[in-house]
C-alpha cells in the first residue's frame, strides 16, 4: 500500500511517499481502507521529535511508528478474532497508528460508526481535536450553563470545536483570533470576538481554555473570577526540550494554593469521548469545518500549511 512515511526525526524533507506491506489485523484488531486521514500538530511533534521530551513516548533515536498521522476515518475491511462490535463495510472514524495511508489498523476500541451526517472528511477532523475539546472544556473545565468561556486560539482545529462545543453547553462564548478569522469565529456561534493582534484580553470569565499558550499564568488569572477555572490546553512556545510543560507544571502546582482551579489538559484518545463525539456531531451540535484538502501524496504540503497558513478549522488528506 502506498503511505507517508518516515525514518528519522526532522523536517518534512524526512518524509516519504513509499510502498509498504499491507498491516495485517490480529486478535481485537480491525482493518480499515482510509479514506480521510487528519492533520493537526500531533503530526508536526510526530515528525520533529519536539518538544524533546515526547519523544519518551513517540521513540527514543527514530520514530517507533513508520508511518505517520493519528486521525482516521474510512471503511471495515476485515476484522481480527474475538471483534465483535464492527463488520466488512462499516463506515468508521477513530485514531490508528499511521493514518497516512491506503489501510490502517488498530484495536476495535479506537473506532467509533461514523455519523452518517458527517463526510468522511469531517470525520477525519474530528477524533483528536474534537476529544481535546470535549475533555478540556467537560471533565477538566467542567463547564455549566451560562457561564462566561474564554476560548484562546477559537479559529484552530481545536478552538472551532471548542466554541460550538461551548454553545452546545450553552455558555456564553468569547473567541480570541486574529482579525481575519473573526467572522468564522462568529458563524460557530461565538458571541464575542477579541482579534488577539490589535486588542486587548479583556472580562471576567468563569472558564478559560488556552490552546496558544503564549501568555503568562498570571495574564490569563487575572481574567478569571475568584473560583474560575483555567485549562490550559496547548502551544508550542516552551522551547525545543519541554515544550510547555513548565507552565503547565506551575498552574497544577499554584492551584493548590487558590480557590482558582488551574488544569494542565491531556487528551487522550479514549473510547467514550469518541462516542460522545459522534453523538454531538449526528444531533448537529458539533460539526468540523474544513479549511482544505489535500492529497496522501502531498502530505508535505498539508502539514507546511498547517505549521504556516494559518487554518481556520482543520486540514485533511483524502486517500484514494
Ligand atoms: N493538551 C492536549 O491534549 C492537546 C491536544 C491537541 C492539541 N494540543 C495543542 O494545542 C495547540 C492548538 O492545537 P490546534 O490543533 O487547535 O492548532 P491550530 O489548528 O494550529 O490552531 C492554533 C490556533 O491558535 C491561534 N493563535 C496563534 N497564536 C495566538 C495568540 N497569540 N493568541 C490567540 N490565538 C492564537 C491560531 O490563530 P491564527 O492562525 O489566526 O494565528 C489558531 O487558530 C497546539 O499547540 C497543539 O499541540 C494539545
Not at 513509499?18 to 482510509?34: A, E, F, M, Q, S
Not at 492533520?39 to 510526530?46: M, Y
Not at 476529544?131 to 457561564?147: N, P
Amino acid at each position: 500500500m502506498k503511505a507517508i512515511t518516515q525514518d528519522a526525526y526532522g523536517t518534512t524533507d524526512q518524509l516519504s511517499y513509499n510502498d509498504i506491506p499491507d498491516p495485517l489485523p490480529g486478535p481485537g484488531d480491525v482493518l480499515i481502507r482510509v479514506h480521510a486521514a487528519g492533520v493537526d500538530p500531533s503530526v508536526w511533534h510526530q515528525m520533529t521529535g519536539e518538544p524533546r521530551l515526547a519523544r519518551l513516548a513517540l521513540g527514543l533515536r527514530r520514530p517507533r511508528e513508520r508511518v505517520r498521522g493519528w486521525d482516521v476515518s474510512g471503511t471495515v475491511v476485515a476484522v481480527g478474532p474475538e471483534v465483535t462490535e464492527f463488520r466488512s463495510g462499516d463506515a468508521v472514524f477513530g485514531t490508528v497508528p499511521g493514518s497516512f495511508a491506503e489501510l490502517a489498523c488498530a484495536p476495535a476500541a479506537k473506532f467509533a460508526p461514523k455519523p452518517v451526517n458527517l463526510s468522511f472528511e469531517e470525520a477525519a477532523a474530528l477524533p483528536i481535536s474534537g476529544t481535546t475539546a470535549l475533555v478540556g472544556l467537560r471533565d477538566s473545565g467542567r463547564i455549566a450553563a451560562r457561564q462566561r468561556v474564554l476560548i484562546i486560539g477559537a479559529s484552530g482545529g481545536v478552538g472551532h470545536l471548542a466554541v460550538q462545543l461551548a454553545k452546545h453547553f450553552d455558555a456564553e462564548v468569547t473567541g480570541v483570533c486574529s482579525g481575519a478569522a473573526a467572522t468564522f469565529v462568529q458563524s460557530l456561534g461565538a458571541d464575542r470576538v477579541i482579534d488577539y493582534r490589535t486588542e486587548k484580553l479583556t472580562g471576567t470569565y468563569d472558564l478559560i481554555l488556552d490552546m496558544a499558550g503564549n501568555r503568562p499564568l498570571s495574564q490569563l488569572r487575572a481574567l478569571l473570577t475568584r473560583t474560575g477555572t483555567l485549562v490550559l490546553g496547548g502551544g508550542e512556545n516552551g522551547g525545543r526540550w519541554i515544550g510547555g510543560v513548565d507552565r503547565s507544571l506551575r498552574a497544577q502546582l499554584l492551584s493548590a494554593f487558590t480557590k482558582q482551579r488551574l488544569r494542565a489538559l491531556l487528551a487522550l484518545p479514549k473510547p467514550e469521548a469518541l462516542r460522545t463525539l459522534a453523538e454531538l456531531a449526528a444531533a448537529g451540535a458539533v460539526t468540523p469545518r474544513i479549511d482544505r484538502v489535500f492529497a496522501l501524496s502531498d502530505a508535505v504540503a498539508a502539514i507546511e500549511h498547517l505549521t504556516t497558513g494559518h487554518p481556520r478549522g482543520k486540514i485533511v488528506l483524502t486517500v484514494g
